[in-house]
């Protein structure tokens, strides 16, 4: 079974890693994120909760769960039961400890801070612009987890030191790195791009590859990488899609087929 | 694999299982009366509650109170302050935790937000900080203003009471919720919602504005089940059966407890179900209390 | 025109000071206070908001305004526009100097400062445990003026300081015993009686006698009052209620005659 | 005497007169087009806006802005970042005052709350204190955490779009309020809100829960309003439209303005009213907008 996109296979390897009974947060513009809660409810989690343009939604009941069709279209609604957090977004934070998100960023570094601010040394002429943290800083804070999607690896989104960090991951390191400045969340769990998959060593919360997709060389990863990274001894294949994922995933989630483009 | 959406509705039996001695407990409004008589039922001691009130004076006089977290303990029907609350307060039987209304807002968001305080003004330049020291007047970071810190106030559970919901815990109420519910909904760690009635899961997504509520960790099925209070959309106030307890929990302020052991005892620890204390009070009586 | 109660002349006089465009806000048990309201209302306030119950409406349109079948009945919903502050009844403190407000107290001092906490020097164990604050620590600090409004006067009710302060009125005293501590809202603007109406000196914020109800005698009031109070030169009585404002009280507001008993 | 309750609908001209130069204007979501475009049409300079995408880049574009207080700038259709808020922001002539979502609820809430900060947790740890020193890392007066204080964020007005509203100024919307469109209202001076229709009064009060906005300065009747954005349960976002226009902006920003002008001058500078730029847009594709 080879017969699959990168951004089939991220949004699989995404999926399989969620529980039943989680708030899925998706953010903007994040098509390999969106496929994964859709796909990850229809299979196991019939619990899940989903949170679109503020709307939130159980739709594990529908025969299919479309993309664009909802997600960044207004008519997401149509499914919503309420509005997360009764419209007051940030009044029950106390139970983000269930939700899961998903972070872009324009730099990442070895410790998983994210910035999506800018690049340049003065904030106030930037050599690149950034869009801004979207909500990124609270929700990086506070939920229990979070995956960092990346839709490219190269040495301009691997750097040693962000020039801003939007996202506060695992700090400068250390398995205190978030509990020691009081921060209740836990942090960014895994790293996911077109090339591999990485994880944050116990210890040292450095980012350490987990495995490499099909194909994909570790020479390839390293060079890709602007700083250096853990590897472990045994380092495995990112598991492909099974059948029934795939099925899963072209037939309910994305017909139109926009992951097999990407 | 669980395939299928775990359905949350419970009876208020095994709701008040959820509930232990010593626990932090926010009671909304209107009052959730068939928890708060199931909490009598069971006998619970050393409770804390954030509560105001009718269940609030009913909780005390029947022993299950250590501490009250209050901004209110009026009664009406001319008796300014509810009797049994006034007597065990005056004696120094329960420990107060003095606030007010803006007060327990910001303490319950604080624990909402994960926060360790939220800044209040109303409270400056009064007594509240010097009855209750939890409440800190601190000077703001940023322009030197005096200001109250207000604590997380942080309930192990909220009872509350609601229209309707559906089987999934999201809750809509009639003409909104009580001021201080989606507060307490917020704060504690687990929500117990009885309703008038269940409705389906598409009426709740047919207005998702509506739900207040987004998913309450259970539903218990209470028709009647604010009585002697209000329920919105459903029935009014008994206020025949609170005058009868007024009178009843002023003897019992004044030393003369018999008719307040009976009324504890017939409405609250013999009837085994919240149907049992309905059919006590007969089905005539709450068909009289429609509200148009 | 001398046929009326005391509760009715206090309420005709409250209801002059109202002006439109103002949201009212009445608190439990005060019937002087929910009458003034909505006789305001219907005589010169087609533009007051009055919130009863967290519920906001304006029904200047009705016929009659009657109680108590609204105010502290839960049906009163039925007339709602909105619920105060979206259901969060806090989050526009920054509109309520535009607010108005009506207070109780088991004591009150000179500086208009009130006490609904208890009387007794040990706060552990009261010679008399009030009912609590209510929602007037936060009132009295944020909304444009509120009225003190007591249905006795004596010397157990007017005291030289308050056991504790509940609501912060003029404090110690000065045109700035708001200002000073940071206190945005106007304060106490008059204290009203069944004996009197009095109001705060300007420079010293000291409860000053600004008229006596027909037939009261100023030792009457002297004697009834725990503390010094300032008495102006000249020292109208209390202008009556006119026939039109009895009227209206009586057909439209009160019908029931609750005030006419009181 | 004014013996009759104050209406409070004005159309688009009249609530763009209560703008000046240099104030500080917050727009929500989905964005109230018609006032923006009147902005432009009326030349306003030297504004703080609090605004986020498509709006923001306009405004850029026009030349309205000085400040820009925001949480986001992406854009959409492939352009991560909107290209004339880019360019203006790397070539330093605009000010960005850098925050956050959890940031900027806080800060309009303090204004709301006439606080003179509110604390907030998320931005602990990352560079948004060091490139807006208005954010204070400072020390909780309870329990010594280290937490950000969020100064008051306070809008001279706020434009806002919503599905109805009655004559008085009661705001309903369908399928909830834009999710900072309430801080906004909370926080600002002023609120304008346009609306699709304008509803009975009768019908508000038959379903009060539903009003978000209980009294808007002022009202204007702009179906359509939102476009080329969506509004819920109206029409949805007029894609084709937005591509155009990014591609546009992204030609401006690299030097080729003159898409751009012909863009601001055709849609937002010569229709003098919001029904002529609806004319200019055509009804076939106001039609094609439907929503199901």
């Given amino acids: 079974m080879d017969d699959y996109s990168i951004p089939e296979l991220m949004a699989v390897c995404l999926a399989r890693d969620l529980r039943d009974g989680e708030l899925l947060r998706v953010g903007v513009a994040t098509p390999v994120a969106e496929a994964a809660v859709r796909l990850a409810h229809l299979t196991h989690g019939p619990n899940m909760e989903l949170v679109f343009l503020g709307a939130r939604m159980n739709v594990a009941h529908l025969d299919t769960i479309p993309m664009p069709a909802f997600g960044w279209d207004s008519r997401a609604v149509r499914w919503a039961e309420s509005y997360s957090d009764t419209g007051h977004r940030f009044d029950r934070l106390k139970d983000w400890s269930n939700s899961v998100f998903f972070i872009g960023g324009i730099q990442v570094d070895p410790f998983g801070n994210t910035n999506l601010i800018g690049v340049g040394s003065d904030f106030r002429r930037l050599r690149f612009r950034g869009p801004g943290s979207v909500g990124t800083a609270t929700l990086s804070t506070h939920v229990g987890r979070y995956y960092i999607v990346l839709n490219n690896h190269n040495r301009r989104l691997f750097v040693e030191k962000c020039d801003y960090i939007s996202a506060y991951g695992w700090g400068s390191g250390g398995a205190d790195a978030r509990s020691r400045i009081g921060i209740p969340g836990g942090g960014p769990k895994y790293c996911i791009t077109p090339l591999c998959v990485m994880d944050f060593a116990e210890d040292s919360k450095r980012m350490r590859l987990k495995s490499l997709h099909p194909g994909v060389k570790l020479e390839t990863v390293k060079q890709a990488t602007g700083f250096e990274l853990l590897v472990p001894d045994i380092l495995p294949t990112t598991e492909p899609p099974s059948a029934q994922e795939l099925q899963i995933l072209r037939t309910r989630v994305d017909p139109s087929g926009r992951l097999r483009r990407g | ?292």
Wanted: proline letters at 7%; a negative charge.
């Fill in chain 2, 1 to 292: 694999m669980n395939t299928r959406r775990r359905e949350r509705i419970i009876d208020e039996v095994e709701a008040a299982s959820w509930l232990e001695d010593g626990m932090t407990i926010a009671i909304g409004q209107p009052t959730p009366m068939a928890l708060v008589r199931q909490i009598i039922r069971r006998g619970l001691k050393n409770l804390t509650v954030v509560d105001a009130g009718f269940s609030l004076d009913l909780l005390i006089a029947a022993g299950c109170v250590r501490k009250v977290i209050t901004y209110y303990a009026g009664g009406g029907f001319g008796i300014p302050v509810m009797p049994a609350f006034r007597h065990a307060a005056e004696l120094g039987e329960i420990e107060i935790w003095e606030c007010e209304e803006g007060i327990l807002c910001a303490g319950l968001q604080a624990a909402a937000q994960l926060l360790p305080f939220l800044p209040w003004r109303g409270g400056v330049g009064t007594s509240l900080p010097e009855v209750n020291p939890d409440l800190k007047v601190f000077t703001d970071p940023i322009k030197g203003e005096t200001l109250l810190a207000v604590p997380p106030i942080k309930p192990d559970i909220a009872l509350l009471h609601a229209a309707t919901a559906d089987m999934y815990g999201n809750v809509q109420h009639y003409g909104g919720p009580g001021w201080i519910d989606l507060f307490m909904y917020r704060a504690a760690d687990r929500t117990v919602v009885q309703v008038e009635r269940v409705i389906s899961n598409e009426q709740v997504r047919a207005d998702p504005w509506k739900t207040t509520i987004p998913a309450a960790d259970a539903i218990v099925r209470a028709p009647f089940g604010a009585h002697p209070f209000y329920s919105r959309g459903f029935y009014v106030q008994d206020n025949e059966h609170l005058r009868e307890y007024s009178s009843l929990s002023s003897d019992f302020a004044a030393g003369r407890t018999e008719g307040m052991t009976m009324y504890l005892e017939r409405y609250c620890r013999r009837p085994p179900t919240h149907a049992d204390y309905l059919e006590e009070i007969g089905i005539k009586r709450l068909l009289s209390l429609h509200e148009y």
